[in-house]
T-cell receptor, first 111, second 117 residues
Framework: AQKITQTQPGMFVQEKEAVTLDCTYD???????LFWYKQPSSGEMIFLIY??????QNATEGRYSLNFQKARKSANLVISASQLGDSAMYFC????????FGAGTTVTVRA | KAGVTQTPRYLIKTRGQQVTLSCSPI?????VSWYQQTPGQGLQFLFE???????NKGNFPGRFSGRQFSNSRSEMNVSTLELGDSALYLC????????????????FGPGTRLTVL
């Protein structure tokens, strides 16, 4: 069984600063995918970034980067230059045939 | 390309009724998955359909069912509604996943918010 742990229920960040969201996972699979999604108050789950277990380089997508440390089983999301529109819930997820989600971290960006 | 669409966006039902939710995947996507999101249980996998067949199922009672049509559109049905079924129901589609493929990204729709009174 796969398990995702997000230990930060909520975080505040100043506009234009960077923020790191923690995610650790547990799996016995050798091949797996790690995802981050953003969920604004509207409810839609927005895909942000993906990291494959065999990818040697950390994934980046614009202002989002994933700090993947396989030996430590962690996949932290870094959001650089935070914007007010980044205020949302962020979920880390792992896939096999389905996505298993963490509990999420609420990010509030302050002006 | 249009994203995943879900209808209706909001529903209010009473206990004992049944409800049908609809999901249209991104064009070309053949797999559709359904998730339930509640404050207490978080996001939980309901089931996944591929080529009109249910391939995988989560740990939900038989009151929850679904189907997929030949155009990949999917519906889920909840019969004999209970108060605890109040939730955000999210549909996600992905391209052409192999069974158990870990690299296929799921793209979500806006969700249907169901309230059971």
């Amino acid at each position: 069984a796969q398990k995702i742990t997000q230990t930060q229920p909520g975080m505040f960040v100043q506009e234009k600063e960077a923020v790191t969201l923690d995610c650790t996972y547990d799996t016995s699979d050798q091949s797996y995918g790690l995802f981050w999604y953003k969920q604004p108050s509207s409810g839609e789950m927005i895909f942000l970034i993906y990291q494959g277990s065999y990818d040697e380089q950390n994934a980046t997508e614009g202002r989002y980067s994933l700090n993947f440390q396989k030996a430590r089983k962690s996949a932290n999301l870094v959001i650089s230059a935070s914007q007010l529109g980044d205020s949302a819930m962020y979920f880390c997820a792992m896939s096999d045939y389905k996505l298993s989600f963490g509990a999420g971290t609420t990010v509030t960006v302050r002006a | 390309k249009a994203g995943v669409t879900q209808t209706p966006r909001y529903l209010i039902k009473t206990r004992g009724q049944q409800v049908t939710l609809s999901c249209s995947p991104i064009s070309g996507h053949r797999s559709v998955s359904w998730y339930q999101q509640t404050p207490g249980q978080g996001l939980q996998f309901l089931f996944e359909y591929f080529s009109e067949t249910q391939r995988n199922k989560g740990n939900f009672p038989g009151r929850f069912s679904g189907r997929q049509f030949s155009n990949s559109r999917s519906e889920m049905n909840v019969s004999t509604l209970e108060l605890g079924d109040s939730a955000l129901y999210l549909c996600a589609s992905s391209l052409v996943p192999e069974q158990g493929a870990s690299t296929d990204t799921q793209y979500f729709g806006p969700g249907t918010r169901l309230t059971v009174l």
